[in-house]
């Protein structure tokens, strides 16, 4: 249904029928009649809009005074309906759970930092840290009906229960190097549908790849990669696990960790357009370091531990090979600091 939330903006929904046959196939002067006076268009899930692609090529390039605003649940389509038609002239934005800055604003950074250990339990959904009690409930809801359903249906897989394996299989190597011919061993597919299948969750928010860094050493790892996870909740609803941190073994409290802070870093450098690269580096010799990011020729190396206690050195391979880069050891202690700046 076309909404009217405020003066002067015009709200289209790629739900509705209604709203779906309005912006299908229209012709400029239909545009003009629909949206009015109105300076701002917002179309949300718009790649369920046949076509949509080029109505808002139509609103960009003949209606100039106009604002258009476009949303998709799942990029993998928003961009395939999307396609090269507003090359240039469009400007990508992603939208993650709610993000541990936001929830500072929002709650204070005292009180953020007291409920660390709970969001790398139940992550950081909205619903989920809008209505506390309920964190189970509203993520295997969330899990089953968008992890699986609907990306099932929204991106023709056929094989449901091989994806759901190997969800599943990922869960449970977050902070370890990820190899697709073992994960399709694991899972009972090939290497090229483990990677479409991983491919595809990225694009719908999922999960996110880290890339090994290489440049100097020739024993550096070059075509590894780790997998984490957007939202930790989803990862401990797939796996039906939401004990306590304090009950876990340090080994687990110490991946949740990593993937916690490698996460909210991804948001805030993307929120923040820094446009830093983002990889870990390791040796053969399992020398490693969590977290490079590449910014303006500069690296900086960031190590995580949950535990403070745990003594931290840096890699003498790694200061030998890129003596210009900083270091720092990210523990509870000073995450803030490095989640905010």
Not at 77 to 93: C, I, M, N, P, Y
Request: proline share 4%; aromatic share 12%.
């Amino acid at each position: 249904m076309l909404l009217e939330s405020r003066e002067g903006v015009k709200w289209f929904t790629g739900d509705d029928p209604a709203d779906r046959e309005a912006l299908t196939n229209v012709s400029l002067n239909k545009l003009k009649l629909i949206i009015g006076t109105s300076e701002t268009v917002v179309i949300d899930e718009a790649q369920k809009i046949s076509g949509i692609g080029e109505t808002m090529k139509l609103i960009t390039d003949h209606l100039p005074g106009v604002r258009l605003l476009a949303t998709g649940s799942s990029s993998f389509q928003l961009t395939s309906e999307v396609g090269d038609s507003l090359a240039g002239r469009k400007r990508e934005f992603k939208l993650f759970p709610v993000s541990f800055a936001e929830m500072v604003q929002h709650s204070g950074l005292i009180e953020e930092e007291r409920s660390i250990p709970l969001r790398m339990i139940y992550g950081y959904y909205p619903e989920v840290v809008m209505n506390p009690g309920e964190e189970r409930d509203i993520l295997k809801e969330l899990s089953d009906s968008y992890l699986y359903k609907d990306i099932l249906s929204l991106e023709k897989i056929a094989k449901g229960e091989k994806l759901v394996k190997l969800v599943q299989a990922i869960a449970l190597q977050i902070g370890s190097q990820v190899s697709y011919n073992e994960l399709a061993q694991t899972v009972g597919i090939d290497y090229k549908t483990v990677e479409k299948y991983i491919d595809i969750l990225e694009k719908c928010y999922i999960v996110f790849r880290l890339p090994s860094y290489s440049r100097n050493l020739r024993n550096e790892l070059k075509f590894s990669r780790k997998i984490y996870f957007y939202d930790l909740g989803v990862r401990n609803a797939v796996l039906g696990n939401f004990i306590p941190l304090d009950l876990r073994t340090k080994e687990e409290a110490g991946h949740l960790w990593e993937n916690f802070m490698i996460a909210e870093r991804m948001k805030f450098n993307e929120y923040n357009r820094t446009f830093a690269k983002s990889y870990f580096w390791r040796t053969e010799q399992q020398k490693e370091v969590d977290l490079i990011e590449e910014l303006d020729g500069k690296l900086r190396a960031f190590e995580f531990k949950w535990d403070p206690k745990k003594k931290v050195k840096i890699p003498v391979q790694f200061t030998t090979a890129y003596p210009d880069a900083s270091f720092e050891y990210i523990s509870p202690g000073n995450a803030s600091e490095f989640l905010l700046a």
